[in-house]
């Protein structure tokens, strides 16, 4: 079946360090992407989306671009701050049917000062 | 912006209790689900909506039911809590019909439910 592979964390960063995410996929069909992010306390928020190969997505410094040759959409940030600890969420949904989502694991991102 | 609320952050209830999690969304949204979220096993989806009065079971719907009897509310129903049900739920909510694939799923805060 569809599934997400993340890297496990936490990933711990240093202020302005470059980050990189890990995220591979099987799918059976031609799947969406997604980021989601959620921040302490709260639900999960879209960071991101690319609905077919060589699309990027970007928002908030955050770049993941889709990759079918490898089946990956890793997510990248310059530099990163401490506002950006939070847990990360690589998805996607198969566009056949019903718009199910499917999560990989998370990946907590702790930055400090 | 698009609101998600739910209707409790924290819920402690004993073993063998029905415990009802509230959600509402304030966007006329079509598509509604719940989730539970674990660590380790990242979001799993127990149970869809797409339309008033219809559901679909997700990954895991055993031993949880839901109701829709308004577009804006989605209840999901422990009918006999036990303690694996102690989990973090998500509620989400999304615009369009079932076709869109694209289309971005709004949550609300979670409900970290704890059943002793």
């Known amino acids: 079946g569809d599934s997400v592979t993340q890297m496990e964390g936490p990933v711990t960063l240093s202020e302005e360090a470059f980050l990189t995410i890990n995220c591979t996929y099987t799918?059976?069909?031609?799947?969406?992407l997604f980021w989601y992010v959620q921040y302490p306390g709260e639900g999960l928020q879209l960071l991101l989306k690319?609905?077919?190969?060589?699309d990027k997505g970007s928002n908030k410094g955050f770049e993941a671009t889709y990759r079918k040759e490898t089946t990956s959409f890793h997510l990248e940030k310059g530099s990163v701050q401490v506002s950006d600890s939070a847990v990360y969420f690589c998805?996607?949904?198969?566009?056949?049917?019903?718009?199910?989502?499917?999560f990989g694991t998370g990946t907590r991102l702790l930055v400090s000062p | 912006d698009v609101k998600v609320t739910q209707s409790s952050r924290y819920l402690v209830k004993r073993t063998g209790e029905k415990v009802f999690l509230e959600c509402v969304q304030d966007?006329?949204?079509?598509?509604m689900f719940w989730y539970r979220q674990d660590p380790g096993l990242g979001l799993r989806l127990i149970y869809f909506?797409?339309?008033?009065?219809?559901?679909e079971k997700g990954d895991i719907p055993e031993g949880y039911s839901v109701s829709r009897e308004k577009k804006e509310r989605f209840s999901l129903i422990l009918e006999s809590a036990s303690t694996n049900q102690t989990s973090m739920y998500l509620c989400?909510?999304?615009?369009?019909?079932?076709?869109?694939?694209?289309?971005?799923?709004?949550f609300g805060p979670g409900t970290r439910l704890t059943v002793l």
């Open positions: 989400a909510s999304s615009e369009t019909g079932p076709a869109v694939s694209t289309d971005t799923q709004y």
């Open positions: 799918a059976t069909g031609y799947p969406s």
């Open positions: 690319a609905t077919k190969a060589d």
């Open positions: 998805a996607l949904v198969v566009a056949t049917g019903f718009q199910k989502l499917v």
């Open positions: 966007m006329d949204h079509e598509n």
């Open positions: 909506s797409y339309d008033v009065k219809m559901k």
